[in-house]
T-cell receptor
Framework: KQEVTQIPAALSVPEGENLVLNCSFTDSAIYNLQWFRQDPGKGLTSLLL?????REQTSGRLNASLDKSSGRSTLYIAASQPGDSATYLCAVKDSGSRLTFGEGTQLTVNP | DTAVSQTPKYLVTQMGNDKSIKCEQN?????MYWYKQDSKKFLKIMFSYNNKELIINETVPNRFSPKSPDKAHLNLHINSLELGDSAVYFC????????????FGQGTRLTVV
């Protein structure tokens, strides 16, 4: 059974810092890995999708990497802003179309 | 246009009642999901349908019954609601096994009193 772990559970940084969020998964037989953002009381917004054959994806100040063999992914946020404050979730998709989520990292960027 | 839409957004009801949550997607996806997000914000899959066929059915009480009248709709009916059913329920869709993104609705916050 796939298990996804995200570290740290919470992170508070001053504005402008670069930061890394970590995601690990136990079963490397994944189809893809997706990073989401969730604002309080809101739904999930997709940030980046990395296919199993890819090593990284970039979108603006966000860069996500994937090391499938070791079961790890990182989300790098450059020059963080207060508007980046949210909960970040990673999810892995298996061949049966199941999306398994981690518990999330709650990020606070202080002005 | 909203890609994945759920109704209602908020639902407050008494224990023992039966309620339904509706979900529709206009993305042309063939796979739809229901997820439950508990008070600790953990998202856990409940059901998944592919082309109207049930493909994932987690350990969920049989008071919960999904229904997919067509590929674009996946509704969730809950009988005899209990206090522990209070949570946020999210509908999502994707293109099955293809390497495409999953899109989520805005959630339905269910409160059982």
């Amino acid at each position: 059974k796939q298990e996804v772990t995200q570290i740290p559970a919470a992170l508070s940084v001053p504005e402008g810092e670069n930061l890394v969020l970590n995601c690990s998964f136990t079963d490397s037989a994944i189809y893809n890995l997706q990073w989401f953002r969730q604002d309080p009381g809101k739904g999930l917004t997709s940030l980046l999708l990395i296919q199993s054959s890819q090593r990284e994806q970039t979108s603006g100040r966000l860069n996500a990497s994937l090391d499938k063999s070791s079961g790890r992914s990182t989300l790098y946020i450059a020059a963080s802003q207060p508007g980046d404050s949210a909960t970040y979730l990673c999810a892995v998709k298996d061949s049966g179309s199941r999306l398994t989520f981690g518990e999330g990292t709650q990020l606070t960027v202080n002005p | 246009d909203t890609a994945v839409s759920q109704t209602p957004k908020y639902l407050v009801t008494q224990m023992g009642n039966d309620k339904s949550i509706k979900c529709e997607q206009n993305l042309g996806h063939d796979t739809m999901y229901w997820y439950k997000q508990d008070s600790k914000k953990f998202l856990k899959i409940m059901f998944s349908y592919n082309n109207k066929e049930l493909i994932i059915n987690e350990t969920v009480p049989n008071r919960f019954s999904p229904k997919s009248p067509d590929k674009a709709h996946l509704n969730l009916h809950i009988n005899s609601l209990e206090l522990g059913d209070s949570a946020v329920y999210f509908c999502a869709s994707s293109r099955g096994q293809e390497n495409t993104e999953a899109f989520f609705g805005q959630g339905t916050r269910l409160t059982v009193v």
